[in-house]
């Protein structure tokens, strides 16, 4: 609207001002800091500081046998432990090369998918937030809250779950978890509803988010955008349809993309709209799951101690911001010689000043809220 | 229904006329008996909105509230007025709290700022009625001065952020000041209308020419759409949602009270809520029939159809209380309004100003005009 008016008006250009938003900043998500400059409220400039939250975890792992970096990969990313778990799971399994029962997969994949409705929720409750809006957070935070008790029956924790653990899982699923997990997707199909009224269709929120910090598809590809904030841009990607893993090929689902509804491809609402449309699929997937989930063992024959053959392994997976890749290389040891965990929310971030640019720090948050970052994750 | 008294001075020159004291020492009363009456309504109305407001925002949140604090012994246990005295205790807590003045800071204008705001409402209130009879002054520039005096505040608001020395706090204050200098112009052009049809600044006027044709609101199709600019400008005129961009939690912190605390973070608040208050009394004033009750709604002097003694439902009391309830009516679409919708940007706010309300509010103007030379 006004703001390409505002941005060709190089004849009133002032002094520019920087502005640090954070590390103490609501609606940078974490400790994050931006450094941005500022030509009245627009914004010319944008530089990322992170490093706020870097707790070592890399080489941590170096010390740490197999089993003890579960909890470790838990605390990256804490708005989907039970994602980081599944990822550095299947890089483990991958580097022993071993089969897991088929009712382990199904549990994963439950779980999984649960997991990414859970944290889609908090990912749209504080995109409302950003743009100003209070009570979807609310909102989105109390049905998170059902998510997460169903975990809590399942495993006893509620947030850093240390529950999906390399060659299986921690506690087989009880029948009345499947009962209230049915209970809560009946609940939450209505509930859906209720967020496109009081988000999607409101014009306030349209008008704050439509054509507001596009990402170009090539751009994002160059930048290693993953997850939904590339989808956004219309580019069908989706590692459990493009290189499946697990179970995930044997389910029906879509990969919602971006298609510029409201506004331009690749815009805020695009994004935003893209996980909302990837909570049903993840509903779809988790009751196709319950329906045919078989019986058997919750654990794979594994060895005592974990001690792989010497050599390396890349394994990638599908989290609920993008694509997690674990790099680990092993010398025969029960301890990993190195880890190195490909953060899809630090790739998304470094969009962050390209496509800020131009925009006003208003729009700042919104892009960034767009983008759901979580800073345990990029900081590792 | 012949009025009690004229406004609170008249009455107080009336009382006054027959004590023989000093005439500076009367003079002294009747400006502080007033200023009393004042702060307790914008004390009052400040507890009991901000508890409303948290009530509003937490039913519409699926949250009960504030349940615990209740007044001398009395909570309402699970009952949904359970925490009906936190607001008297949140007002105690910013009270005794700590007040910090940043180092870097401008002292003197720092300290100035809270108060000028807090004049700025607190003036306002002397143009405000209640009821009929129940003003401070009734003078014959009443919404004059009103929307004079409530844009005072703004001084204030530049000079808090100014002197904070804080970049969120410049960013706000240069945003309120913008906001606000721009929203004056749709409301004042809104109540021009009605200036226009009744030919008098005079609030117990306006609503005297209500009871003797109807309410204002539907006078005409235009005066509908008055109200509509005029009170969704007074939303944006006291800085809520979807118009809160000064204070926008999310952009700027707090916007320009980022580096106020306790007592004078308590005057800025109490000023908000006394700023709606304003704004919706003079809505109902204006538009909504003032202190007179629904059945008025439209005057049929031909049509004797409600009986006389239906009008027993008018009068002082009643007066005051169906203006509260217009008003407090209005202040709860506001909080539905903060509890709904997210915030614009700045320059979508500035558009909606100068390219949508401002066109309107002229075109309005013109239309009415032909509207009373026709009929």
Redesign the interface.
Known sequence: ???DN?QDNSSIKADE?V?NMGPQ???THGVLRLKIHTDG?IVSKIDPIMGYLHRCFEKHCENLSYEQVVPFVDRCDYLASMHMDHAYSLAVEKLLDIELPERVEYIRVIIAELQRIASHLVAIGTF????????PF??TI?DRERVIDLFEALCGARLLYNYIWPGGVSHDLSPKFIDRTIEFLDYFDKKYDEYNE??TG?P??I??TADVGIIPADVGVDYGVTGPSLRGSGVDYDLRKTDPYSIYEKFEFEVPVGKGEMGTVGDCWDRYWVRMLEMKESMKIVRQAIASIPDGDVHAAMPKRIRPKKGSVYSRYESARGDVGFYIISNGKNVPVRLKMRSPAFCNLSILSEVAEGW????V?TILGSLDIVLGEIDR | MSSVVGSLNELLVSLFSDISLDVSFLFLLAVIIPGVVIFLIMTVNAIVAVYMERKV?AF????LGPMEVGIFGFKGGKKFWGGIGQTIADAIKLLVKEDIIPNDADRFLMILAPFIIFIGAFVTFIGVPFSEGLIISDFNIGILYVIAMSSVGVIGIILAGWSSNN?WSL?GAMRAAAQIISYEIPIGLSLILVVIVVGSLEMSEIVKWQADNRWFIIHSPFAMLGFFIFFISGVAETNR??F??PE??????AGWMTEYSGFRWALFFLSEYTNMLIVCIIASVVFLGGWLSPFKIINLPYVDIIPDSFFILDGFYLGLFWLLIKAIFLIFVMMWFR??????????L??LCWKVFIPFALGNLVFICIWELLF
């Open positions: 609207m006004g703001i505002l001002m502005l900043h609501p609606s409220e409302g937030l950003d743009v100003g809006a209070i009570t609310t909102w109390s009081l988000l409101n306030i929120f008008e704050r006003m720090i208003s729009d948050c | 925002s519409m949140q699926d949250r970049k960013y949602v979807p809160d961009i926008a939690e999310s952009e700027l912190v509890w709904t919708f997210p915030r614009l940007r700045v320059d979508q500035m558009y």
